[in-house]
């Protein structure tokens, strides 16, 4: 019999965390030590396949953006951060980014053992105040390897090589998930208390990503199939990378402040990274050539690898492309990460609408700290008002399409030029080619088809955001942010 004590159970909930990255961890780690049993489930090595393991591969530092300085503020950031967002933030959230911001880059720094490059912040491009703390693990360790001790240390258990790929759910409740042990590769249902969706953004969506690809959308697309409510998914932040590997992001400060050359004549100066990465959408969907000036104080932060291209070397350029970056929108939350099925919650870069419209750099990491930790607090409080999840559920998954390999490579030829700029027809026309695909019945399911069912589902809730945001936007009202804390 399930009774409470006080605001303890006095049996063990179980939960389910899908992802390893940093609001995974997070989350799992919260949970752990407020008793529970948590399954950390991930497709790769357990915090080495997101975007979380990625960024300091990819960038010359790990930002910070918060308010550090005297005259800096929480309520001046909140400012910022909403005048950005334009009203396509989810209430109360950026309030919480806002306020918990300092003391979560404090923490980030202390627990994943960074160390700051420069003593003090730097005014990133569009600030007034410097904000923008740059850091490098120390000894250049794996950055995630001191949670991922801690989460060990609780109990959490970590499960590598394992993709969720549904739902389940009873009486309106989530209940567990559908998975496929990669080693195995057969299906397996398993049950809990609740799941957190702590799987990313949807750079995989897209061929050219700076994200790892396994995240390709899962959490809009395991919410979407399972009725949750999205929060305007269609909002994405694409960059202009190097267009050879390593793929590398020059930050925004040099790309501003470097010249950018497209079809041989450099880009007016003065503008902001939005207005930057347009223009290069354009020109590229024009066949237009751009390139960064190897002459420019961006090129001079390239990694060897990439000055070392022969382009580089012998004609003082490098070509540039854009690639997918990050996700704005996502499955829509409350200030808690609970999501609008009960049993289901979501943080980190699966969960939209902390941001809108245009998000602040360098809060990627505190987005992911800050709402992983809130959303083990609202299950852990939760969980004593809703009792044990039954060990029961049908499957709500995203539907295997036919010809996974033939999918992905349309998927590749028509997510590729919408990565930043998309016209109403272009996106029209791949809803319709990408939704009429063919999908099997019934629950048979391998990796390789799950995975192309994840970057169809994901692909069909971002383009019919962009297709009618009225309606997408109208779809979440009725969940209030911020309600019930826990
Ligand atoms: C190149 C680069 C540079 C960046 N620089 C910065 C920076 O300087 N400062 C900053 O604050 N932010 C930065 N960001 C953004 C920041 O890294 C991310 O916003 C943040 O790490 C997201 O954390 P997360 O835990 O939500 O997602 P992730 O770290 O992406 O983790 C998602 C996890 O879910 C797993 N997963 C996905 N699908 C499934 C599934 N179906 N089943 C099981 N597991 C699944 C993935 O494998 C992964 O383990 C950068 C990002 C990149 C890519």
Redesign the pocket.
């Known amino acids: 019999m399930w009774q409470t004590t006080g605001v303890k159970t006095t049996w063990t909930p179980r939960a389910l965390v899908?992802?390893?990255?940093?609001?995974?961890l997070e989350c799992a780690l919260g949970l752990g030590t407020r008793g529970w049993q948590v399954d950390v489930?991930?497709?790769?090595r357990v915090g080495r396949?997101?975007?979380?393991?990625?960024?300091h591969?990819?960038?010359p530092?790990?930002?910070?953006?918060a308010p550090w300085v005297r005259g800096d503020s929480p309520e001046r950031f909140l400012a910022d951060l909403k005048r950005r967002g334009q009203g396509d933030e989810r209430d109360g959230l950026a309030e919480v980014l806002a306020a918990e911001a300092h003391p979560a880059a404090r923490h980030l720094i202390e627990t994943l053992d960074l160390v700051p490059v420069e003593p003090e912040p730097a005014i990133l491009p569009g600030d007034e105040v410097p904000r923008g703390m740059r850091c490098l693990p120390r000894n250049r360790h794996v950055l995630l390897a001191p949670l991922l001790k801690r989460c060990e240390a609780a109990g959490v258990r970590l499960r590598g090589r394992?993709?969720?790929?549904g739902l389940l759910a009873q009486a309106g409740r989530v209940t567990g998930l559908l998975i496929i042990d990669r080693g195995r590769g057969t299906p397996e249902r398993l049950y809990a208390d609740a799941v957190v969706l702590?799987?990313?953004?949807v750079?995989a969506v897209f061929p050219v990503t700076?994200?790892?690809r396994?995240?390709?959308g899962?959490g809009l697309a395991?919410a979407s199939a399972g009725g949750a409510l999205l929060h305007r998914p269609e909002l994405t932040q694409a960059l202009p990378v190097t267009a050879t590997p390593p793929m590398f992001?020059p930050t925004s400060a040099a790309l501003l402040s470097s010249g950018i050359q497209v079809n041989g004549h450099a880009m007016a100066p003065g503008r902001d990274l939005e207005a930057v990465t347009w223009e290069i959408a354009e020109a590229l969907r024009r066949g237009a050539p751009v390139s960064l000036d190897a002459s420019s104080e961006g090129a001079a932060m390239l990694p060897p690898r990439a000055r070392e291209a022969a382009a580089f070397r012998g004609e003082g350029r490098v070509a540039l492309t854009l690639a997918m970056?990050?996700a704005i929108g996502g499955v829509a939350t409350d200030a808690w990460g609970r999501t609008s099925l009960p049993g289901l919650y979501a943080?980190?870069?699966?969960a939209g609408g902390v941001q809108g419209r245009r998000r602040t750099?360098?809060?990627?990491?505190?987005?992911?700290t800050i709402f992983?930790k809130r959303a083990a607090r609202a299950a852990s409080g939760d969980i004593v008002r809703t009792g044990p999840g039954a060990a029961a559920g049908e499957v709500l998954a995203p539907p295997v399409p036919l010809d996974p390999a033939v999918l992905e490579e349309r998927l590749d030829a028509l997510m590729g030029p919408l990565v930043a700029v998309r016209p109403a027809e272009a996106v029209a026309s791949a809803l319709r080619e990408i939704g009429g695909w063919p999908v099997k019945e019934g629950e048979g399911v391998d990796e390789k088809g799950a995975l192309a069912g994840?970057r169809r589902q994901a692909a069909i809730a971002l383009l019919s955001g962009e297709n009618a945001r009225s309606r997408v936007s109208g779809m979440v009202v009725g969940l209030r942010a911020g309600a019930q804390d826990p």
């Open positions: 899908v992802g390893s990255g940093l609001a995974g489930l991930s497709p790769g396949d997101g975007a979380t393991h990625r960024l591969a990819l960038a530092w790990v930002l910070l953006t394992t993709l969720a790929v702590a799987c990313g953004g750079g700076t994200a790892p396994w995240t390709r899962s395991l992001f970056h990050h943080c980190g870069e699966a750099m360098g809060t990627g990491l505190l987005e992911a992983g994840i």
